[in-house]
Every structure is written in structure tokens, then in C-alpha cells.
């Protein structure tokens, strides 16, 4: 197993597959690097280098108490490009994982991750901010949050189940049928996740303002969005991303939900394919 240790102490666990043009995926909440294997099989096949870690406080990776934050998040994966010298680097974020990259874009990409982004890569992606606002009236009411908080310490193991059972997938829309194997993935995947690492995430996706951080790109972005996405909503989301992300590519896609890349890893994975040959 391979671990980079951050300046703290923290080990961020980590895959390397392939070889070729590094590919970087920066999972979503609760989950680990194992939500992205239909990728990293898929582009590590097709030439590419493809790596993937596990966030703090999820996974294999150390369960600190404090540093559950984007900006320590995109510290990490600093310090994990820097240990595996990564150059021209394509940064692909699902969810949660696509604030992790806006932040690191925006906090390093002009100073010590400089020459090391080729391309960068937004699906689901929890940016430019989700909670609602007077200057965000898009957004979700901290009464959503709230409530995922309160799920989470009130019965861990069934919540987890719930969402993937649920919305996640879209499992929940009518005539639809979930798939166990999914499922049962997604909950081994969050119960993995500590507490206080769960805990402290969701103020982390749900109240971090990305805006600054999107302006700040300057590298070509495919901002990817399913228009049935029941947990980042495009309307607060992509919509506006790919307003603030100059020269954004936006796709859109009916009826997927937030978890495409796993239900639609067909359609999903050609076109990331397409976007990074292009």
C-alpha cells in the first residue's frame, strides 16, 4: 500500500496505476479512491497514468481530528503531486472531490503547482458555493445540511445506506431499480469514512466558496453535470461554474444523476477520453 505523509503527520493512502500523462481523481464525500475504479481501469488501459487518493479522515488514509477542511484537502494533494512529481497533470473532482481541485487550482496553481495542471476536470462538482445566501439564493438551505449532520451522528450505517439507496443514484426516481452490488459498494466505501472526518466534511462541501478559486483557472476545464442531479443541483452548481471558469466547457446530461460516473461510466468515461485527447 502506498501512503505520502503530509507536513502535519497525516498518511494520505494512494493508487498508482499505468503509466503515461498523469490523471489525478479527487473522490466525493463519504467515499475513497475505490469510487473511481471504472475510470482509473478504463484510462490506465488507454495509455494513461492514472492515480487516485483518499481524502483525509476517508478510506485507508490517516483519521485526523483537525485539517477536515478544503484548504488542508488541497494541501494534501499538493504535497501528494510534489512526493510523485507529477507534470501536466490532468485533475479530474467528482462532487466534493471537484472543490478539493478548484481549491488546489486556486491556491497553488499560480505558485507550487505551476507547470504541474494540464487540464482539469469538474463532474457533479459541489463549486462555486451550495449553500443558499442572499448573494446565493440558488443554493440549499443550511436546514439541508443540518439535517445530513444530525443523520450522520444519529445512525451512521443506516444513512449510509439510505443515500445510495436513494438519491445519490437516482435510485429513488420511479420505474428505477437499485442495483445492490452498488449500493453495497457505496456504504462499504462511506462506512470507511470516521465520524468526525464525515462530520466535518459536509460544512467543508456544503459552506466553502469556490468563486475566487474558478477564476483562477488557467488551464482547459470540462465541467460535466447530470440534470438530475438530486445532491449538488446544476442550477447552484455547474450552471454557474461554468460562468466563472473562463473558456469552461459544460456538458450537460439528461436525466443522469449525481453518481453518473458509476451508473454512466459508458458515456462518462468516452468523453473525459475525448477531452483529454483533445
Known amino acids: 500500500m502506498a501512503f505520502v505523509t503530509t507536513k502535519d503527520g497525516?498518511?494520505?493512502?494512494?493508487?498508482?496505476?499505468g503509466s503515461g500523462q498523469p490523471i489525478v481523481f479527487s473522490h466525493g464525500w463519504p467515499l475513497s479512491a475505490d469510487d473511481w475504479d471504472s475510470q482509473m481501469f478504463y484510462f490506465a488501459s488507454r495509455g494513461f497514468r492514472c492515480i487516485a487518493h483518499d481524502r483525509r479522515g476517508h478510506g485507508?488514509?490517516?483519521?485526523?481530528?483537525?485539517?477536515?477542511?478544503?484548504?488542508?484537502?488541497?494541501?494534501?494533494?499538493?504535497e501528494l503531486t510534489e512526493m510523485l512529481d507529477l507534470k501536466n497533470a490532468i485533475h479530474v473532482g467528482h462532487s466534493t472531490g471537484g472543490g478539493e481541485v478548484a481549491r488546489?487550482?486556486?491556491?497553488?496553481?499560480g505558485g507550487r503547482a505551476k507547470g504541474r495542471i494540464g487540464k482539469a476536470v469538474l463532474i457533479g462538482a459541489v463549486p462555486p458555493i451550495m449553500l443558499k445566501s442572499p448573494n446565493n439564493p440558488v443554493g440549499l438551505p443550511f436546514d439541508v445540511f443540518d439535517g445530513l449532520r444530525a443523520s450522520l451522528l444519529a445512525n451512521?450505517?443506516?444513512f449510509f445506506r439510505d443515500v445510495p439507496e436513494g438519491p445519490f443514484y437516482g435510485f429513488n426516481r420511479p420505474g428505477a431499480k437499485a442495483t445492490p452490488g452498488v449500493v453495497n459498494n457505496w456504504w462499504r466505501q462511506g462506512m470507511m469514512c470516521c465520524m468526525k472526518g464525515a462530520h466535518d466534511?459536509?460544512?467543508?462541501?456544503?459552506?466553502?466558496?469556490?468563486?475566487?478559486?474558478?477564476?483562477?483557472?488557467?488551464v482547459p476545464t470540462l465541467i460535466m453535470h447530470g440534470d438530475d442531479d438530486q445532491i449538488v443541483p446544476i442550477a447552484g452548481s455547474a450552471m454557474l461554474s461554468s460562468?466563472?471558469?473562463?473558456?469552461?466547457?459544460?456538458?450537460?446530461?439528461p436525466g443522469l444523476p449525481h453518481g453518473l460516473c458509476t451508473t454512466h461510466h459508458e458515456i462518462v468515461n468516452p468523453e473525459l477520453l475525448k477531452f483529454f485527447k483533445s
Open 10 to 17: 497525516a498518511q494520505i493512502y494512494y493508487k498508482d496505476w
Open 60 to 78: 485507508r488514509s490517516s483519521q485526523t481530528w483537525d485539517g477536515n477542511e478544503m484548504d488542508t484537502y488541497a494541501d494534501d494533494l499538493m
Open 104 to 109: 488546489y487550482i486556486g491556491r497553488h496553481g
Open 156 to 158: 451512521r450505517a443506516q
Open 201 to 218: 466534511c459536509i460544512k467543508a462541501f456544503s459552506e466553502t466558496d469556490f468563486t475566487d478559486d474558478l477564476k483562477k483557472f488557467d
Open 243 to 253: 460562468k466563472l471558469v473562463k473558456g469552461a466547457t459544460l456538458k450537460v446530461y
